[in-house]
C-alpha cells in the first residue's frame, strides 16, 4: 500500500519570506499523481498544486512550486513571498493513475509571522 | 455548479445515539469518497462509491459505520450507536473519472459526548 509521510508537524516563516514543506512517498509504481492541498481554519481543503509523475517538469502556480524527486520519491512544496492568508494546515497527497482514492500524509501545519 | 455539499456543518449528539452524515456530489462526477480527519491520524479513507456502487469499505472502523448511496446526487454515512471516539471531521469528496482532482465538500464536524 501506498504510504505518506510529512515530517514536520509545525513549520513557521516570517511574512514575504520563502518557506519549504517536505513531503515522501512510498509507492512501487511508475505512474501517479502527486498533491498539495492547503485546509485554512474553514475546514476547506483547497487543491494547491499537482504534478503528474511522468512530466519531468516541476509544477508551477504563482507563488507555489515543487520540487519533485520521483528517484528519492520527494515532492516538497515551496511557498514564495509568504502571506498572512498563506497560514494553514498542508497535506501532501498521492494517487495511483488508475481511478483510486487520494492517499493523504498527516499534514505541516504553517504559521506566517507578521 | 455549487461545489459538493455536506449537511450538517456541525452535529452535536449523544454517546448511544444513531448520527447521519449527508453529501450531495457535483453534478456528473460518478466516483465519491468519504474521509475522516482527526489529529491523531489524519485524513483517512472510509469508503468510496463509483456509479453509486461501493468499491472499497475497507477503511470502514467497525460496524457501526455504514455508507449508502441510493443515487448519483447523494450519499449517507450513518454511524449506530455512535461512541465518543467517533468525534472528528468527516469529509465528502467526488471526482469525475479521467480527472486528476477531487472535490471537497465543507466537512462535518462531529461532536459525541
Known amino acids: 500500500a501506498q504510504t505518506v509521510t510529512q515530517s514536520q508537524p509545525e513549520m513557521s516563516v516570517q511574512e514575504a519570506e520563502t518557506v519549504t514543506l517536505s513531503c515522501t512517498y512510498d509507492t512501487s509504481e511508475s505512474d501517479y499523481y502527486l498533491f498539495w492541498y492547503k485546509q485554512p481554519p474553514s475546514r476547506q481543503m483547497i487543491l494547491v498544486i499537482r504534478?503528474?509523475?511522468?512530466?519531468?517538469q516541476n509544477a508551477t502556480e504563482n507563488r507555489f512550486s515543487v520540487n519533485f524527486q520521483k528517484a528519492a520519491k520527494s515532492f516538497s512544496l515551496k511557498i514564495s513571498d509568504s502571506q498572512l492568508g498563506d497560514a494553514a494546515m498542508y497535506f501532501c497527497a498521492y494517487r495511483s493513475r488508475g481511478n483510486t482514492p487520494l492517499v493523504f500524509g498527516k499534514g505541516t501545519r504553517l504559521s506566517v509571522i507578521a | 455548479d455549487a461545489g459538493v455539499i455536506q449537511s450538517p456543518r456541525h452535529e452535536v449528539t449523544e454517546m448511544g445515539q444513531e448520527v447521519t452524515l449527508r453529501c450531495k456530489p457535483i453534478s456528473g462526477h460518478d466516483y465519491l469518497f468519504w474521509y475522516r480527519q482527526t489529529m491523531m491520524r489524519g485524513l483517512e479513507l472510509l469508503i468510496y462509491?463509483?456509479?453509486?456502487?461501493?468499491?472499497?469499505d475497507s477503511g470502514m472502523p467497525e460496524d457501526r459505520f455504514s455508507a449508502k448511496m441510493p443515487n448519483a446526487s447523494f450519499s449517507t454515512l450513518k454511524i449506530q450507536p455512535s461512541e465518543p471516539r467517533d468525534s472528528a471531521v468527516y469529509f465528502c469528496?467526488?471526482?469525475?473519472?479521467?480527472?486528476?482532482?477531487?472535490?471537497f465538500g465543507q466537512g462535518t464536524r462531529l461532536t459525541v459526548v
Open positions: 462509491f463509483n456509479n453509486n456502487v461501493p468499491i472499497d
Open positions: 469528496a467526488s471526482r469525475l473519472q479521467g480527472n486528476t482532482e477531487a472535490f
Open positions: 504534478q503528474e509523475a511522468y512530466k519531468q
